[in-house]
């Protein structure tokens, strides 16, 4: 990418941080027009789900027949409304046309900008926790840091997915056509698909993901109902879809969230901050090694950013030890200092080319953070490509369990060697972008980004050389930038392309291709 691009992207990213700062959600997309997939995968009810131990677990009601009066009924209320749409249901249909997915993913990444804030410090010098049993009290619940955030993004595409795996398999049971197939004087205001409409894939996508959206932010309960009752109707106002279809799909997004957040309330979340003694316990560790460990750079000393989210349940990888990296040098060894004279060298005189890459990769406090930049990245990937709603959502959570694995990983790795950054080992590094607060082995944004290309190269082959150079450019950034030593970068670059190949092993079994 040429550096004139970057420092635009860059300008665009402060302007988004700006709006997260002051508690906006900005929506972008607004040029986006209708999807028309290029196939319409009928057959997703046979891909394999992820959360659901089999399709069928999942039952709803036969629909009415389309002779019936019941239904007949039906199709007379479409036509009503339809001739009595109102200026926020166009604009609705407008914008949800052009993807359910995509558009829930773009704002999820504003709610995760949004709360992309770390708790002020109190007089006493602590710091306060957001409770997310008291969301509001300040600090608000949550604290969307890089590690929570690939959570959200995990848990909520593959609930999309199961969802509409769920209602394709549905779909293919019952049978029942489109209401404008149905009547001929219903002329819908969405582009005619050859798809079934009972349950509705729209109804059961909004309620999984608002749903979940609700759980992970909890504040945003008002703005998500809009967004997921706009969401579910629009097809019934658009002539696309009647009322019970989207009941119906509503059941079904209702069932596949008692699933997802089965396991998201039970996956080992609730003790990823750990208590001030196992905090003083991990640095003790290094100390009876002679070495010296990671402390807070920030006054008053903040502490580690979630250091027992390594505890996490993965999703792809069934073994963190056997994935760790090896033990970097001793601090106090003379490849350790060779690595330092480096980073040295890169922030002292740093290169104009490389400075843009350290800002176009920040994706720091009031962004929707590494998890988040790669979601962009690959939105515009899926949208280029017109993939169908089931696709895209299947695709986006092979990305985010990657992801969410390879956070887990790099934490686990960075609290078992508890390694301080290059800046406390030698205090006269200037860094050139925001110093994170936990601890530098590994890199987190080159074990993403590592992961993320993996599995973006597969989906999407004809990109796999641009995508890796860009992890490439990820995983370096943080070493101009005087946060990472080398080792960090390689090595998470390393464990994420071992988490990356672990999504391509489950895409090549999932039915899909």
């Not at 007089?123 to 949550?142: E, I, K, L, M, R």
Request: some cysteine; hydrophobic content about 40%; glycine content about 6%.
């Amino acid at each position: 990418m040429k550096n004139y691009n970057k420092l635009f992207i860059f300008a665009v990213f402060a302007f988004s941080i700006f709006a997260a700062c002051n508690k906006e959600i900005t929506e972008i997309g607004s040029d986006w027009t209708e999807l028309i997939p290029n196939q319409l995968d009928t057959n997703a009810g046979s891909w394999k789900p992820i959360t659901l131990t089999a399709v069928t677990d999942i039952q709803i009601p036969a629909p009415e027949a389309s002779n019936s009066a019941a239904y007949q009924a039906e199709l007379q209320k479409v036509k009503t409304t339809i001739a009595n749409l109102t200026a926020d249901q166009k604009a609705a249909i407008q914008y949800w046309s052009a993807g359910g997915t995509l558009r829930w993913n773009q704002i999820m990444r504003g709610l995760v900008a949004k709360y992309n804030l770390a708790p002020q410090d109190k007089v006493d010098g602590t710091y306060p926790v957001p409770d997310q049993t008291n969301p509001f009290a300040y600090p608000t619940f949550p604290f969307a840091n890089p590690p929570y955030a690939a959570r959200a993004y995990a848990y909520v595409t593959v609930g999309q997915y199961d969802a509409l795996v769920a209602a394709y398999k549905l779909k293919s049971q019952y049978k029942r056509a489109t209401p404008y197939k149905n009547d001929a004087t219903i002329q819908p205001s969405v582009a005619k698909a050859d798809i079934y409409a009972y349950p509705s894939e729209d109804a059961a996508l909004a309620t999984v993901s608002v749903e979940l959206l609700k759980f992970l932010f909890p504040t945003e309960v008002e703005f998500l109902n809009q967004k997921a009752n706009e969401h579910r109707w629009y097809k019934f106002w658009a002539g696309a879809a009647t009322e019970s279809d989207i009941l119906a799909g509503d059941s079904v997004g209702r069932a596949v969230i008692a699933k997802v957040l089965g396991k998201a309330k039970t996956d080992n979340m609730k003790n990823a901050l750990g208590t001030q003694a196992k905090w003083d316990s991990l640095a003790q560790n290094r100390i009876v090694l002679n070495e010296t460990p990671w402390k807070s750079m920030e006054t008053p000393a903040r502490p580690p950013m979630l250091p027992f989210y390594g505890n996490v349940r993965t999703w792809l990888v069934t073994d963190l030890a056997s994935i760790r990296p090896i033990a970097p040098p001793s601090t106090s060894s003379e490849a350790i200092k060779t690595q330092l004279a480096e980073i040295k060298s890169f922030t002292e005189n740093p290169k104009r080319e490389n400075v843009a890459l350290v800002h176009f990769w920040a994706d720091g406090t009031g962004t929707h953070t590494p998890p988040g930049h790669w979601n962009a990245l690959a939105s515009d990937l899926i949208k280029k490509a017109n993939m169908s709603e089931v696709r895209t959502a299947r695709n986006l959570a092979l990305l985010n369990m990657s992801m969410m694995d390879a956070a887990i990983s790099c934490w686990n790795t960075k609290t078992y060697y508890f390694y301080p950054r290059p800046s406390q080992l030698d205090p006269t590094i200037k860094t050139l972008t925001g110093l994170p607060n936990f601890p530098a082995y590994t890199s987190g944004h080159s074990t993403f980004s590592g992961a993320a290309a993996t599995i973006l190269g597969h989906i999407f082959p004809s990109d796999k050389a641009n995508l890796n150079a860009q992890a490439e450019e990820a995983s370096l950034s943080r070493l101009y930038g005087g946060i990472h030593y080398r080792m960090d970068c390689e090595t998470g670059m390393k464990t994420g392309q071992q988490i990356g190949a672990a999504a391509i092993a489950r895409a090549k079994t999932d039915g899909a291709e």
